[in-house]
């Protein structure tokens, strides 16, 4: 029924015209004879008598024609625009599905494995919290020690930024195998989704913050205070830190473990 209409539609246009050309044509042989005051001698004049309103019609038939490919032109160029948001929004959902996927992988590579700790399998995540207590324990040690030292001296001296950045990098040396061989991987996926973010040509940087959100709040406190020392600490992950800090990722500092002894360590490292 629909496409029925559809047809009427586009005839309707084309029967109006017709009926319009027929009634001019008469009209104008009409209006010839009147002019004159008699009819032609012969068909050969009665044929010139249309010449002129011929020729109009030729005019205006080729006028038409420039006219219909102007109109197709247009719908081209319509459908071309058409065509490319399409494409733009296929894109962005490839984007954000290959996004969340990143997202469910790095979830995966927490939930559901176990790691072997001291002839003990644990989860993970529950893995992380340990490793994570542990070196901020460790640190703490270390800090109350040399803090005691430097009381008891005459200089009274409080620790400077190297000392307290080196304090984090000899704990995190006493960890190296644990969070190479366990937890690294993890790190480098999550550096992985970061990246993928901020190459992304798709989305303007107000929407990467939106995205780089997402990600900051699937971590705990756990994987963010892990990540802190070893940004803070590890040499070979500066051009991560670079990237991290462009969007703010340990921000605010409220999160992580050491937020007044560690803050201007980090920013300086």
Do not use: C
Request: charged share 20%.
């Amino acid at each position: 029924m629909q496409n029925k209409m559809k047809v009427r539609h586009y005839y309707k246009p084309l029967v109006i015209t017709g009926i319009l050309v027929v009634t001019l044509w008469g009209m104008s042989g009409i209006t010839l004879i009147a002019l004159y005051g008699t009819m032609p001698d012969s068909p050969g004049t009665f044929g010139d008598m249309f010449g002129a309103i011929n020729a109009l019609f030729s005019g205006l038939a080729f006028a038409g024609l420039i006219y219909t490919i102007l109109q197709q032109r247009e719908e081209l160029d319509l459908t071309r625009q058409e065509f490319i948001k399409q494409n733009e929004t296929f894109r962005l959902q490839r984007f954000e599905n290959t996004f969340f996927q990143l997202l469910r992988l790095n979830d995966d590579l927490l939930d559901g494995q176990t790691i072997t700790s001291q002839q003990e399998s644990v989860e993970t995540r529950v893995y992380l919290y340990m490793i994570s207590e542990q070196i901020t324990q460790a640190i703490n040690k270390q800090l109350e020690s040399l803090q005691q030292q430097a009381d008891s001296s005459t200089s009274h001296q409080p620790l400077g930024e190297e000392q307290k950045r080196m304090i984090v990098k000899q704990t995190l040396q006493l960890y190296n195998k644990e969070i190479e061989t366990s937890l690294l991987h993890y790190f480098n996926n999550l550096f992985s989704v970061l990246q993928f973010v901020d190459a992304s040509s798709l989305i303007g940087q107000e929407e990467k913050v939106v995205y780089i959100n997402i990600l900051k709040t699937q971590m705990s406190v756990s994987e963010k205070n892990i990540l802190f020392f070893m940004l803070m600490a590890w040499d070979g992950m500066k051009k991560q830190k670079q990237l991290y800090d462009q969007y703010q990722f340990l921000n605010p500092f409220a999160a992580i473990a050491y937020q007044g002894t560690f803050e201007i360590v980090y920013k300086n490292s």
